[in-house]
């Protein structure tokens, strides 16, 4: 059982494009979980026309006062880094859950134990099936400050349910922020997808460093290979070690499938999957 | 018109260092705000106050009600205030008013009501 990560740094390459592809081809031989890590703005289902189900709301604590046992004190609004919680002297604290991100500061201060927990809703994780792949889909509630928390989440069901699968395939969010760290946590190997344009370059930079920092190896895919100047691409990787394992020209068919949520075949992935994947 | 005898503060985000600056169109960013006292239907002080918060990464309007609190605002006379803003001014007793222009007209608006 492996674990791929398609992640990439910039938006736009194509790693959800790249990730749906990889799942659909595969699944022909082999049982495949795709998991939507992309939590912000997960599209995977989209990509897939799967309809998604309902699994799982995930929760994260939130401070709740005992207004009896509360001295007005103003301590707890002093710990509170995210401006959550209001203490203005003699009034009781003043919380405001949506800037909430349950690092219990709080409740530590409190000199008389006030402070115990309750709970809010922060996101969703979704299950569907179609073409023999089996999408967990991770969804963060609007607003919401921890993105982080429901990639956890989903990383606690692909650690119960991996045994199942040949192949689970984590599709990350862009940058390399720590919703993407904690998606890149779970991986064996990681595809970053990239293009041959200086925003391409800078990007991918930026993730071959986290990548080397977390010490897990890339291999580079590089999108839309026929745009622009692949030598930059080329130059970066051999900095970084890295092996770039396929050119993926421009396709127009490509982009018309996509948008009318039709799974990508494309003989360029078939090719990565076999060399690289098996 | 104002009659009581009390002091009432007045809190007004603006863009400028006087009576003549412009409301601000913000409250949560505002540059300042300007404190005003007035008692008997009068302005008997003014003075312009940094808002602390303005840079902050997020829930800038809940810094600044906290900041307009502690400074002694009973009313806060601003052009739009944010979802968040508004649950607390509520629990804090604090009148929203909406309005705009300079800072001398909405407060003489305010001292006609």
Known sequence: MKIIGITGGKGGTGKSTMATSLAYSLSKDFKVLLVDADVD????HLLLNIE???FKTVEQIIPKWDFDKCTKCGLCGTVCKTKAIISI???????TKEQCNGCGACALKCPVGAISWSKKDIGYLYTGSKYGIDLLSGELKANEPVAEFV????????????????????DTAAGIHCPVIVALEMCDKIF??????????HDLNLILELLKKMKIDVHILLNRSDIGDKDDIYSLAREFKSKIIAEIPYSKNLILDYSAG???????IIKIIKEYVQ | MNKTNEIV???VPCVGDNLEAEVDSRFGRARGFMLVEVKDGEIISFKLEKNIGAEQRGGAGVSAVEQISELGANVLIAREIGPKAQNILEQLDIEFINDYGTVKDVLSRYLRR
């Open chain 1, 52 to 54: 998604r189900k309902l």
């Open chain 1, 89 to 95: 002297k003699g009034k009781n604290p003043i919380f």
């Open chain 2, 9 to 11: 503060k007045i809190c």
């Open chain 1, 262 to 268: 039709k799974p990508i075949k494309n003989e360029y």
């Open chain 1, 151 to 170: 990639v956890n989440a989903l990383n606690e069901i692909i650690e119960k349910k991996k045994i199942e699968y040949d192949y689970v395939i984590i």
């Open chain 1, 41 to 44: 703005c997960p599209n995977d």
């Open chain 1, 192 to 201: 970053a997808v990239t293009e041959p344009t200086p925003l391409g370059k």
